[in-house]
């Protein structure tokens, strides 16, 4: 037999409970027939996209440096600066299904729906050479820069989704190495990114995708994940959707006959906190050729694979690589009522964020925030003043989120940011275009 194939299916923007509300015939399928396991508790580790796509399969944490003062520990350096993940090709430095390709023999795909995609977007420069066997991008490309000729050559009729070339394209790679090692990798975008109603559709699609090749599934690793929630909408204004956005779903299934080997520890880790970290080690260690008599399994990563248990020890936002301003973890919190104070913090806040203009040497491009109001102030019980916030400006009419600590010195209050950074709760769109070289930033800004 050959080594198992690895299929790894991503669904842009769809959390664990959004999975079981919109995909119910697809996770049905899969824990009835492939006994795929519900990893309930993962945490996102980035804003968006292309962090959490670094940690996933480059195992590499990007951003700024991850603040610690709320444990009273130190700040966590970062492992890629912009220049490292962004403004450098990314060929050769440990792309994981690279790795399956050169250092295992294995066939490769991979296939986003638009031609920005995770390692690309916005202006990044990705790879500078295909890193797959089989590689999408070059049609994307093409397929969005002549769009009308494009759908003319397809046949208008035919009624095409954005998503449909995704497992056109991998329909053909499974027939076409029937006996080979395979790994693939599709990350569909567009189906849930703006507008989650559309799952219901594509749950009837990628039920009977899965159906059609059921025998190839039954004898590979199959991870069915999102990257993060819903980042905007009415669903991400609820208290579930505040949750969502931080807890991306996680379905695992393993070849049938590693089952009895494999599905313990899996479940076991179903209910645990993890990160995307977590899953790449996961996917190095089937890289390697996970055995269940090994001690430890890939060492030197962020993370721990969920084929293993876990070490010993505590697993919260403090021990682990999680940006606190998405941890998962609940606290008790009470509602700040006085208004006054809310709307000394909410200008605090916003001279912070204007600080952070500043620091980033990005005035020139952006506009300076006005604070307009506080939408919600939350003190952490059990904590030194430390408060979660909400508030608009009038600016763009943006909306920030952010941990901060609320403190009187010499009777003057005084506010300073626990959270890595502000977290923009909605959508940006085209006023952040001029941050476009610098992606990290275009939730704080409002071009000029």
Same mark, same amino acid.
């Given at each position: ?95 994981? =299904?690279?790795? *399956?390709?050169? #250092? ?6 991979? %296939?986003?729906? $638009? /031609?920005?995609? +995770? ?50 394209? =991998?329909?053909? *790679?499974?027939? #076409? ?6 790994? %693939?990798?599709? $990350? /569909?975008?567009? +189906? ?257």
């Amino acid at each position: 037999e050959p080594p198992p194939s690895v299929y790894i299916f991503v669904v842009d923007s769809v959390s664990n409970s959004q999975a079981l509300r919109s995909l119910p015939k697809t996770v049905s399928l899969l824990q009835k027939e492939f006994e795929a396991v519900n990893i309930r508790h993962v945490n996102k580790v980035g804003e968006n996209s292309h962090p959490n796509g670094m940690a996933l399969f480059f195992g590499k944490l990007i951003g700024k440096d991850l603040d610690r003062s709320l444990f009273g520990l130190p700040k966590e350096p970062i492992d890629w600066n912009t220049t490292e993940h962004c403004w450098s090709y990314l060929d050769d430095r440990g792309f994981v =299904l690279s790795d *399956f390709t050169t #250092k295992h023999g294995y066939v490769s795909l991979m %296939a986003e729906d $638009w /031609a920005n995609g +995770v390692f690309n977007y916005p202006s990044c420069h990705g790879f500078e050479r295909e890193p797959v066997t089989h590689y999408m991008r070059p049609f994307q490309k093409h397929y969005e820069k002549y769009g009308k000729e494009s759908a003319k050559y397809q046949g208008f009729a035919q009624c095409f989704e954005t998503h449909t070339f995704l497992y056109q394209y =991998l329909d053909a *790679f499974i027939e #076409k190495y029937p006996r080979h090692p395979k790994i %693939a990798m599709t $990350w /569909a975008t567009e +189906v849930a990114h703006n507008d989650v109603n559309r799952l219901f559709h594509f749950d009837a699609q990628l039920f009977n995708f899965f159906r059609k090749h059921r025998e190839e599934f039954d004898r590979s690793f199959v991870f069915l994940l999102g990257d993060h929630g819903i980042r905007w909408g009415a669903v991400r204004n609820t208290w579930i959707g505040n949750r969502e956005i931080n807890n991306p779903a996680l379905f695992i299934s393993v070849p049938s006959y590693l089952r009895s080997q494999f599905v313990p520890a899996l479940q076991e880790n179903s209910g645990k906190l993890l990160s995307s970290f977590d899953i790449h080690a996961s996917f190095v260690d089937i890289l390697n050729g996970p055995t269940i008599g090994a001690v430890r399994g890939p060492t030197g990563l962020r993370g721990n694979s969920l084929f293993r248990p876990m070490p010993p020890g505590e697993r919260s936002c403090r021990s682990l690589p999680i940006p606190v301003q998405y941890c998962l973890c609940e606290w008790n919190r009470t509602l700040v009522e006085e208004e006054t104070m809310k709307e000394d913090v909410g200008k605090m806040a916003t001279a912070l964020l204007n600080g952070r203009l500043r620091e980033e040497e990005i005035e020139k491009e952006c506009k300076k925030f006005e604070y307009e109001n506080m939408r919600k102030m939350e003190k952490i019980e059990g904590t030194d003043g430390i408060h979660s916030i909400v508030f608009r400006t009038k600016t763009c009419g943006a909306v920030f989120k952010a941990i901060v600590r609320v403190q009187s010195i010499n009777d003057k209050l005084n506010v300073s940011l626990v959270s890595d950074d502000f977290t923009r709760t909605n959508s940006y769109g085209k006023t952040a275009e001029c941050m476009n070289e610098r992606a990290e930033l275009r939730p704080i800004c409002c071009c000029k």
